[in-house]
């Protein structure tokens, strides 16, 4: 079964009758990387922003809309808070970032709370204070 991003790709180019080069040329992206995200049905990381953005380009389709499927093709959910207006608030543009956050919430309670305790004592705080 093909993951989000995976599906994506497919579906423009069986109805645009677009090839990976095509793709490629139009966002400015090399064509193996093209095929790469095409073909990898468990992409370890999230893509690089610029190949996101060159990704988004040649598919003719919104930058959030690839970010999306990118992610779910990684195994993470993009934060988005409850408040944001739909489509989500825009990710962070650094994938390190949007990594972290998305992670975090499939972390237990307890977990979370060391996560927490970690980033306050490399920000220079004690823990639990403002």
């Not at 193996?32 to 073909?39: E, I, K, W």
């Not at 690089?48 to 389709?61: C, F, K, R, V």
């Not at 093709?73 to 990594?99: F, K, M, R, T």
């Amino acid at each position: 079964m093909a993951n989000a991003l995976q599906q994506i790709i497919r579906d423009r180019l069986d109805s645009e009758h677009w090839s990976y080069g095509d793709v490629a040329r139009r966002g400015g992206i090399p064509r193996s990387t093209v095929h790469h995200l095409a073909t990898t049905d468990h992409m370890a990381r999230m893509p690089q922003p610029a190949t996101l953005e060159g990704l988004s380009q040649g598919l003719g389709l919104p930058l959030s809309t690839i970010r999306q499927a990118a992610a779910e093709a990684c195994g993470i959910h993009l934060y988005a808070p409850a408040d944001a207006p739909a489509p989500a608030a825009a990710p962070s543009g650094d994938p390190e970032v949007d990594v972290l956050i998305a992670s975090v919430q499939r972390l237990s309670a307890d977990d979370r709370r060391h996560v927490a305790a970690l980033v306050e004592s490399l920000l220079g705080r004690a823990p639990g204070t403002s």
